[in-house]
């Protein structure tokens, strides 16, 4: 089974500007969990989607979304963009019956 | 809400040799899961282990194992015949049914040949 894949890898934007990062569970999973992971604060959980419903979010303000498409697969965008943007974002993804989270190699943005 | 603590930021520990890395949680609930993941310099989070916290017996996952204390909120990740590859980062995370992971810091561990 393909593991859960992230596009892009690496990302430099300019303050101010938008970007979608996507995500792609493995295949029969249907719960997808977005984390941004920075030196200074960790690993913050930021969503999770199931079944294209959010149904938990963390902590971050509206400059943040997401959302889950009929395939499962996940989006999600910030909006003018700030230098303590920069981070990896990381996505996983959760089976059915299970609860066990298992991650993409992640999104490097940078924020200029 | 729930927490996690890793205490200790760095280990370093001799190749072949063992190592345990300590974890405290601190939770008001009684069923829910407790992870290690290993974050090596390619940035992919691994999942190494993991314990249900209604099972009292310990995991194990070949050379990795745990000792999950319930009652003093405690889960030590123990790795016996340490290798190269087993420098990384790693994260204790702790998880509630239909909830999210939360995280402790991390361990940098290095492994000496």
């Known amino acids: 089974k393909a593991g859960v894949t992230q596009t892009p890898r690496y990302l430099i934007k300019t303050r101010g500007q938008q970007v979608t990062l996507s995500c792609s569970p493995i295949?029969?999973?249907?719960?997808v969990s977005w984390y941004q992971q920075t030196p200074g604060q960790g690993l913050q959980f930021l969503f999770e989607?199931?079944?294209?419903?959010?149904?938990n979010k963390g902590n971050f303000p509206g400059r943040f979304s997401g959302r889950q498409f009929s395939n499962s697969r996940s989006e999600m965008n910030v909006s003018t963009l700030e230098l303590g943007d920069s981070a990896l974002y990381l996505c996983?993804?959760?089976?059915?019956?299970?609860?066990?989270?298992?991650f993409g190699p992640g999104t490097r943005l940078t924020v200029l | 809400a729930q927490t996690v603590t890793q205490s200790q930021p760095e280990m370093s520990v001799q190749e072949a040799e063992t190592v345990t890395l300590s974890c405290t949680y601190d939770?008001?609930?009684?069923?829910?899961?407790l992870f290690w993941y290993k974050q090596p310099p390619s940035r992919q989070m691994i999942l190494v282990i993991r314990?249900?916290?209604?099972?009292?017996q310990n995991a194990t996952e070949n050379r990795f194992s745990v000792n999950f204390q319930k009652a003093a909120k405690s889960f030590s990740l123990k790795i016996s015949d340490s290798q190269l590859g087993d420098t990384a980062m790693y994260f204790c995370?702790?998880?509630?049914?239909?909830?999210?992971?939360?995280f402790g810091k991390g361990i940098t561990l290095s492994v000496r040949p």
């Open positions: 996983a993804s959760t089976g059915t019956s299970t609860d066990t989270q298992y």
């Open positions: 295949s029969g999973h249907r719960s």
């Open positions: 989607y199931f079944s294209e419903t959010q149904r």
């Open positions: 939770t008001s609930e009684n069923n829910y899961y």
């Open positions: 314990q249900e916290a209604y099972k009292q």
């Open positions: 995370a702790f998880y509630e049914a239909n909830s999210k992971l939360t």
